[in-house]
């Protein structure tokens, strides 16, 4: 559908007939009076002065002096013998082990600037992969030290181990920990990740924490560069201090501040279709919290069975400064009780995160691409981003006609703002679908000037990584192309 609007202000948005109908259905109920109202500037999200080689510099650097660090302590006279030899690699892999578990701890911090650096994909990567890496020179550590051990003293590598575990405390400390790093890794892999719930895996995952503090003692007592040197425990120390305090600012203390600014709370629950709901949050100075439209909070729910439970759900609609909208499909988890949550719930927020908005945008035109529930943030986006009339286009793709949702309002929208909706409904390989209508060539037929704009995806990952893949494929540019996954 191609209206005559003229371009769209974002900060004037609340005029439209979507979002009279969502204002509609939020704190008031039907008839709320505030639809006629402007929508009230909301302001963006600080951009922090970093770049990703800033960060890469600062980590290679602290690598470096790390190894010289052990140089300087005159360890390289271990090399000279084969359990010297041995016992080292033991050494250096357990302070390399020790700053990737750090790293680990700046990448859990849910740091703002992290997240524009290199948005929420880039972080889960390399948090997955450093926190195997950690694990494995962990490992290595415990292994080579104590067959390095054995070797020096003439006893077996078994017989070294119990006899260190059993011995000396804080190294059954450092076992403990070791095994409690395993046991996340573990419940990390794919497979694993695909049985376990996201409570299950979360609760686990607390257990990092413990696993921490462990490690910490155990390098505090008889760390290689602990014991001998003020000035390297002194560096350690301050490194510890820096992960552990970016995690108490932005983890714990950014939002409890926002929480607490805020007072967000349900003021309605609509449905908007089978087992799918939006929930309308409303609090205190809304117009002061920077927020944009593709962006995702964490929210804890404060109820018996619900405060200690975050799950991750995009905004639906652009921010207004009046309420937050998030529309939520039950998927069998804790998304089942949030079906019918009470009006009145007080709400705990984490964010927002995520570099999936218009800040990244580099062309005029925009191609919007949604499965199912993926809609959420492409429909706040198409009702935020400006652009001349005939700029955006969505492609919304379904298997049945009541897994579209929004279909009036993304009618409405496309109306107001002059852009082209395409929904693909119907199940793969059927009649009436019989291909993939995501096919790289079927997309390239739908929007013919796919290199002239930018792409938005969001939908279920199976979708995504095809539609991915079709755009590499036609050589689409990784500038052009943005994304986020919601996999834990």
Not at 36 to 45: D, E, S, T
Not at 412 to 417: F, Y
């Amino acid at each position: 559908m191609i209206g005559q609007t003229p371009p769209h202000d974002p900060n004037r948005s609340s005029a439209s007939a979507p979002a009279q109908r969502a204002a509609a259905n939020a704190p008031g109920g039907v008839g709320y009076a505030a639809p006629a109202r402007k929508a009230r500037r909301i302001p963006a999200p600080r951009v922090w002065p970093l770049k990703d080689y800033d960060v890469y510099a600062f980590l290679g650097g602290n690598a470096f002096v790390i190894l010289a660090m052990w140089i300087r302590h005159g360890n390289l006279h271990e090399l000279a013998t084969p359990a010297g030899i041995v016992t080292a690699i033991g050494e250096i892999a357990a302070l390399y082990g020790t700053y990737l578990v750090l790293i680990q701890l700046v990448l859990m911090s849910r740091s703002p600037w992290l997240d524009q650096i290199f948005g929420q994909d880039r972080i889960t990567a390399a948090h997955r992969w450093i926190g195997f890496g950690a694990i494995w020179l962990l490992v290595l550590h415990f292994v080579f030290t104590t067959v390095g051990f054995g070797m020096a003293d003439g006893s077996g590598p078994v017989a070294e181990g119990i006899s260190l575990l059993t011995t000396y405390p804080y190294v059954l400390w450092s076992g403990i920990a070791l095994v409690i790093f395993m046991v996340v890794g573990i419940t990390s892999m794919r497979a694993a990740r695909r049985m376990a719930s996201y409570e299950t895996w979360y609760a686990i995952h607390l257990y990092t924490y413990l696993a921490i503090a462990l490690a910490f003692l155990h390098q505090l007592v008889v760390g290689v560069d602990f014991a001998t040197d003020p000035m390297a425990r002194f560096y350690w120390i301050a490194l510890y201090v820096m992960a552990i305090g970016l995690m108490l600012i932005f983890r714990f203390g950014q939002p409890i501040a926002v929480s607490w600014r805020h007072r967000l709370r349900v003021a309605n629950v609509v449905a908007e279709g089978p087992d799918v709901v939006s929930i309308y949050l409303t609090g205190r100075d809304l117009d002061l919290l920077p927020v944009r439209a593709g962006q995702w909070f964490r929210l804890r729910f404060m109820t018996s069975n619900g405060w200690w439970r975050a799950h991750p759900f995009s905004i639906s609609a652009a921010p207004n400064g009046r309420y937050l909208r998030f529309t939520i499909k039950n998927l069998g988890d804790y998304t089942r009780v949030l079906q019918g949550v009470g009006v009145g719930t007080s709400v705990f927020v984490e964010g927002p995160y995520g570099v999936f908005t218009g800040a990244n945008r580099t062309k005029a035109r925009v191609l919007f691409i949604a499965g199912g529930i993926g809609i959420t943030p492409l429909r706040a986006l198409l009702e935020e981003l400006p652009a001349a009339r005939g700029n955006l286009t969505l492609v919304y793709r379904a298997s049945h006609e009541d897994e579209v949702v929004f279909r009036k309002e993304l009618d409405e929208l496309a109306s107001l703002r002059g852009a082209t909706v395409h929904y693909l409904v119907g199940r793969r390989g059927s009649r009436e679908m019989p291909s993939d209508p995501l096919d790289p060539r079927a997309l390239r037929r739908l929007v013919p000037d796919l290199h002239e704009r930018d792409i938005y995806v969001c939908g279920p990952a199976g979708m995504m990584e095809r539609v991915l893949s079709g755009l590499h494929w036609l050589r689409i540019t990784e500038s052009q192309i943005h994304y986020e996954r919601f996999n834990f």
